[in-house]
Structure formats: C-alpha cells, structure tokens
C-alpha cells in the first residue's frame, strides 16, 4: 500500500497556483463533442453544397459575360440560367437555421444540462474553481463556433459574389443589393456576430433557467425575435438613410422608402395622388403620370442606403451583437459566481 | 502531521443560511479538529446538506463566516484545492466512461494521481471503459470516492455517501474511507442518517437539528460524559431535578435518565444504577429532544465561546 500513500504536501498549499487554463480544453471537447461534432458536420455539409453551386453559379456568370453578342437568343438564354439561379439556399434561410441551431443545441445546455442533472456539485468544487471554470468553458466554446461560422460565410460571400457586381444590370443580369434582409446577416462579420450572440443568448438561457428544454424553447425565441427586429426595424437606423430625387437609384441601394412631395415638402397621400392622376382625365400610363406630376411640381424623393455603407453598417451590426454577447457571457458567469445552492 | 491535526478542518462562526423565508442554518458555531471522522447527523431539513455546500464553497453564507484547512476561506481557490467532495446522490456525467472521468479530473485540478485512481478501480472490478452511468449504485459511489481521493485531499467532504447502497456496497465503502484515512491522514466530514455504521467509523460527532448544531464533540468525550441512570419510575422526578437530563423514558415502574455527567460523577442513589452509553443511544436521545445541546468542541475565538454551555 505504499503506492497509496500521499506524498509530502509543499508549503506553499494555502496559496496554491491556479490549475492552468489549457487543461479546459480537454474537458471543454469531451464534455461537448458530440454537438461540435453536429456543428462541424452541419457547417461541413452546407460548405461542400456552397462551393459546388457556388462552381456552377461563377461559371454560369462568367459564361454569360463573356457572351458576344449580347443581345443574341444564346446570351439570353445564358442571362436567364444566371438570373434564374438565384435561390441561395432558400433565400437564405437554411443558412439562417445555423446560429438558431448552434443557441439551442450548443448554447442552451452548456450550463444548463449541469444545472439540470446536477454535476455542477461536481465540477464547481474541483480546484479549478468554478468562475474559471465557466470563463474557460464559454470562450472557448464561443470563440470556436464563431471562428466556424465565420469561414462559413467567408464561403458564402464568394458563393453570392456574382449578384453583387453593380455592372449587372447593363448586361440585364440580376444585381442584389447587399442590405437584402435575408442575405445581409450572412455575408461580412454579420454571421460570425450572430452565431456567437445566438450561443451566449443560449448559455445565458441555460443558467437562468437551469432547466435544457425551456432554455433550448427560450434561446430559439429570443435569438429569432432578435434577428427578425434587426432586421425588420433595427438595421435602417444604423445611419442617417440619404435621399435622392433620382427615381431610379442605383441597385445596390437599399431603398428604406419612396414618396412623392409637394413643392412645400409635404408628403402626398396615394389617395390624394389618385384623385390628381384621375383629374387629369383618365388615367394616364405611368411615364405619363410621374411625366404629369413632375411638371406640376411634385417630386419622388427615395430615402436609401447607399452601397457603400455596407461594411459601416456591418461593423455597427458586428459591434453591437459582440457587445451583447459579452454582456450576456459576462452575466452568465456572474450568475454562476452568485448561484445559490 | 502534528500541526495538521491541531487545526480546524472546518470551523464556522454564527454561519447562517437563509432559503428564501426558511433558515437552512443557524448561528452555527462550529469548530472541527483535523485528523477525525467526523459525522455529521440529523434527521432530514437539519440542515446537514446545507453545512456541508457552504464547506465546500458549493453555497455562500447568509450570515457568518466559514473556513476550512485551517482557515482558508470556503470557496476560494485554496480551499477547493484541499478538499474532495462527493455530493448527495454522487453527481457523474453519465455519458463518460470511467476512464474519462479519471482523465477529466485530472484535468480540473493541480495534483492528481491517476495511477492511483487506475488502480483503485482495477481493484474494485470498476472497467474504465463502461460509462459511469452504466455502473451500479454502488460503483458509482466508488468511482466517485475513487476521484476525490485520487485528489490527495486533507479533507473529504462525503455528503449522504451511503444512502444509495446495499448494506454490502456501504460497507465496502467505508471500509475504502477507513483506508484512506489510515493510509493519507485525510481528515473526513460525513453526513447520514443511518446511524448503525457511523458508530464503527466516527470519532467524532456533530449532531444537527433544525438549523442548529445540538452536539459537537470527540465521540469517547461524548460517551464519557453522559450515562444513563436506571431507578424507580416514582423517584425519577425528584432525581432529575439534581441533573442535566437529556432524555427521560418513564415505564410503568423503572425510568431510564440518560443525563450529561461531563465526568463529575455524583454518588448514585440507592435504587438506582448508572450505565455507560452507547452511541445510537445517544444521539437518539438528543434527537428526541431538540432542545438539548452539549458543545463541549474545542474552544472557539471570541464571543462564540460563550455559546457552548449546556441548556436545559
């Protein structure tokens, strides 16, 4: 029985040095490899489709530039098998899922399923302490899914890029603008800022709770409701929209509204435009009618953002969201630090 | 070893813990010496679970303080550091195997000793391939010891260690805890209710009832100063008047008085026999009476000092 024995405890016991951080990451992989492995297998799947449509879209596009002469039957037929591929998965909404997903199946029972079981008693009283405990399991966790979901979009920005070229419309091929609200959040740092929010929404959920299911229902809930507020009503707000009397803006604007005014800068009611347009004896084809109201005076003002905006704006987006995350990672911890048992 | 044992392994001072409107704990005055088994007794809602969390740093204290190896705050890295904790109902991730809990503890703290943890459970016909929630009862209680021991702790924290097992799987485990004990010079603090196997292990005692701390001290201490006298059930009144009765039983002509002695034995009366005790005896007769209290534990600092007379 010697072997059982303990050896001689050193002095210095009373303060001991802290166990170091990298030994989480053996725990932090065990404890969840079965969903990183769903997350890399889900990310993989969806990688492998995007880059062979992604082949044939680029190759569809660049057949139908290269074209001559354009307004041949063949350059047509080309332009429409261009135009015509533009589903990008559902307009966007498999890609969507993805954040959702990794909330509610990563997020959700990280702490949760600890709390549910109860193996925080276990793991909270190993002498890596349990604030360090959570710091280490939550960024790890955070900065591995961000760093999958960031490479993800990166693909499906070259993927998409084709929509995106502003000389499309001379050549009658699609041109999208890049603040469309299904493809905004997937492009740029947008995507990588959602999945981690959805994650610390979901770890956040998951300690409050302390139960897996309603914190999986919970995250699922707010992560959505978020995302459809940003971008239904948040997103415009980021800067001042621009105004232009130009009628056809260029496409890759977003265009926030169009309205027509009176010399006085009041805005015209569509009733009061249909009683002006019908008083003119008839209706009147449209070029006509914006001909007509143009000449007495009234004026199309669009409000947009400009093109331009979109890395400002995907900043503002990407600054936000990390801000939230933090603070919701930063509560989670805190609620784990003050969690009465 | 010899400043080793003459510290407080857990000592508390007016150590409250309130759950919303109920009090788990209260005004706990608490002073525990190293190198003991101590058993921490009490029937359900004393408030033995709820000691226990604040030792190992699991809850924080309403009121009060709690250190722990000689005064290191509970909770606090330190203190985790030297001791090994196995909760109620011995929490495992179910879905690891053995072999991965051993490497997973290991992982979470600064000294481990995984040969050792191996072959324990090699001993205990434990395979470290089968998932811990695949293990009976019993093992799991073991692979849980195995891992708090396997942490060469000063202390082990076991809260409720046997209310799971068969009479053979308990036995077998505090056999493991004896061993430990002998082998380490670990110091143990274990709470349960069965009173039957706590008598072979304990040498130490606290007893608990309803938030408070009834008894605290060595247990041959304990036994020493308390005994029970046997005598005419018509003359018991008047007896019991000259002593610290904990508990009386009356039957139809003879009544039992287990009174607090505290080893200044006065001359027993004609008709009257005094007997040792036993310890299922004793704490079954402070149980029965909550509002006794015998604290005669090591001198605590300060005003708390005060608090360990005798009542009643």
Aim: hydrophobic fraction near 45%; glycine fraction near 10%.
């Amino acid at each position: 029985m010697t072997a059982l024995t303990s050896p001689a405890r050193p002095a210095e016991d009373a303060s001991p040095r802290p166990v170091p951080w990298r030994r989480m990451g053996w725990v932090t992989w065990r404890q969840h490899r079965i969903a990183l492995t769903g997350v890399a297998a889900l990310l993989g799947v969806l990688a492998v489709y995007l880059w062979i449509v992604g082949l044939q879209l680029h190759h569809a596009y660049a057949a139908a530039i290269a074209c001559h002469p354009a307004s041949s039957f063949a350059c047509a037929d080309l332009i429409q098998t261009f135009n015509g591929m533009d589903d990008f998965l559902a307009n966007g909404f498999v890609l969507h899922a993805v954040p959702a997903l990794i909330g509610v199946f990563v997020g959700a029972p990280v702490l949760a399923r600890e709390l549910e079981a109860g193996t925080f008693r276990f793991a909270w009283t190993q002498g890596f302490g349990r604030t360090r405990w959570t710091v280490a399991k939550l960024t790890s966790l955070a900065v591995v899914l961000t760093a999958g979901a960031g490479a993800l979009s990166v693909l499906f920005s070259w993927y998409y890029q084709p929509y995106l070229n502003p000389g499309n419309p001379t050549l009658n091929l699609s041109e999208v603008s890049q603040f469309f609200p299904g493809l905004f959040d997937l492009r740029g740092v947008g995507f990588a800022a959602w999945t981690l929010a959805a994650f610390a929404i979901g770890a956040f959920a998951g300690t409050l709770l302390r139960r897996v299911v309603p914190a999986m229902a919970a995250s699922l809930a707010v992560y959505a409701g978020l995302a459809f507020a940003a971008a239904l009503y948040l997103r415009q707000h980021y800067l001042t929209p621009l105004l232009t009397s130009n009628p056809n803006p260029p496409g890759s604007a977003w265009i926030i509204g169009q309205q027509w005014y009176t010399k006085g800068g009041q805005p015209v009611s569509p009733a009061v435009l249909g009683q002006l347009l019908g008083g003119n004896g008839g209706t009147p084809k449209s070029a006509d009618a914006t001909q007509y109201l143009i000449q007495h005076g009234y004026t199309f003002w669009t409000s947009y953002q400009p093109g331009s905006r979109f890395w400002p704006f995907q900043w503002i987006e990407g600054g936000w969201l990390l801000a939230l995350s933090l603070l919701l990672i930063a509560a989670t911890v805190w609620l784990v630090r003050r969690r009465v048992v | 070893m010899n400043r080793e044992q003459t510290k407080n392994i857990i000592e508390t001072t007016g150590l409250s813990k309130r759950y919303g409107s109920t009090w788990a704990l209260r005004d706990c005055a608490l002073a525990i010496p190293a190198g003991h088994v101590a058993a921490l007794v009490g029937p359900n809602g004393a408030g033995k679970t709820t000691l226990l969390n604040l030792a190992v740093g699991l809850a924080a204290p309403t009121a009060g303080t709690v250190t722990v190896l000689g005064g290191r705050p509970a909770g606090t890295l330190a203190a985790l550091d030297g001791i090994g904790f196995v909760a109620q109902d011995t929490p495992l991730y179910k879905n690891l195997s053995a072999g991965d809990m051993v490497h997973l503890t290991r992982n979470l703290n600064r000294r481990f000793d995984s040969a050792y943890a191996q072959a324990r459970l090699d001993d205990l016909g434990i395979p470290l391939k089968r998932k811990a929630g695949k293990l009976s009862g019993g093992q799991q209680a073991q692979l849980a010891l195995t891992l708090a021991l396997a942490r060469r702790p000063q202390l082990l924290v076991l809260d409720e260690p046997m209310a799971m097992l068969d009479p053979v799987a308990r036995h077998d485990f505090m056999a493991s805890v004896m061993t430990a004990m002998a082998a380490d010079g670990v110091s143990v603090v274990l709470s349960s209710h069965v009173l039957a196997e706590l008598e072979r292990v304990a040498d130490y005692l606290i007893l608990m009832s309803r938030g408070r701390v009834q008894v605290a001290g060595e247990v041959d201490g304990l036994l020493a100063s308390h005994c029970v006298l046997t005598g005419p059930a018509a003359e018991a009144d008047g007896y019991a008047e000259r002593l610290r009765v904990v508990h009386a039983g009356r039957g139809e002509a003879q009544a039992h008085l287990l009174v607090r002695t505290d080893g200044t034995a006065d001359p027993v009366p004609p008709g009257w026999e005094a007997h040792p005790v036993g310890l299922e005896e004793l704490v079954l007769a402070y149980l029965r009476e909550p509002g006794a209290a015998a604290l005669p534990g090591p001198t605590l600092p300060g005003p708390a000092s005060a608090r360990q007379e005798v009542v009643k």
